[in-house]
């Protein structure tokens, strides 16, 4: 989607087409799938619980990341085009819709664990937002990488936390928000996810 598509496609285009490309991706990403994982975190194969956990925060954070990162992408292409203020946030409230429709097949597409029912990236991507978006936060990917964090080591009676040494999780979780923000950058214009 290079600069001579900028304007020329309709928003509602421009907003399926981005979301549909940079939604699919995670979940089929094979670098999140256990073995490229199990290395990177020095986690044992057989330890499935906290190899699928970090691949559903990876997933979580990447989701947050597109999400964000087609919006801005939209604000800076279409703010000179349509400058009613209200349109645009009637049109980020549809894309919104969309982004959680696109997400919910992928994930019921996807081999995940029980415990990651509908609500479960629409929670946190609300926790990411709650993080990532105030005023007073840390640079975004510090605070992406805090939610990451705390995702990853969450557990309760049906979801496990990962098992790995809390380097191991954050590199992990660097590592995958430096290779989709380059990949976003280069979709959606190397201005975004820049907080």
């Not at 699928?52 to 800076?76: N, P, T």
Request: negative net charge.
């Amino acid at each position: 989607m290079g600069e001579d598509s900028k304007i020329s496609m309709r928003p509602e285009e421009f907003l399926l087409k981005s979301f549909s490309i940079s939604i699919d991706y995670p979940f089929n990403d094979e670098h999140l799938q256990n073995k490229c994982s199990s290395e990177f975190l020095e986690l044992e194969l057989n330890n499935e619980d906290s190899l699928d956990k970090a691949r559903v925060s990876a997933i979580s954070m990447i989701l947050f990341l597109a999400q964000y990162g087609v919006i801005e992408s939209f604000y800076s292409r279409y703010k000179n085009v349509i400058l009613d203020r209200e349109k645009i946030e009637k049109i980020i409230g549809k894309a919104v819709d969309l982004f959680d429709q696109i997400v919910e097949k992928n994930r019921g597409n996807s081999n995940l664990p029980v415990y990651v029912d509908a609500t479960y990236f629409s929670k946190w991507k609300t926790r990411y937002q709650d993080v990532a978006l105030t005023p007073i936060s840390e640079p975004l990917k510090s605070s992406v990488l805090q939610v990451f964090y705390e995702q990853a080591k969450f557990a309760d009676e049906s979801e496990p936390a990962v098992l790995a040494n809390d380097e191991k999780i954050t590199d992990f979780g660097n590592e995958v928000y430096d290779k989709y923000v380059v990949g976003f950058r280069k979709l959606l214009g190397d201005d975004i996810l820049v907080k």
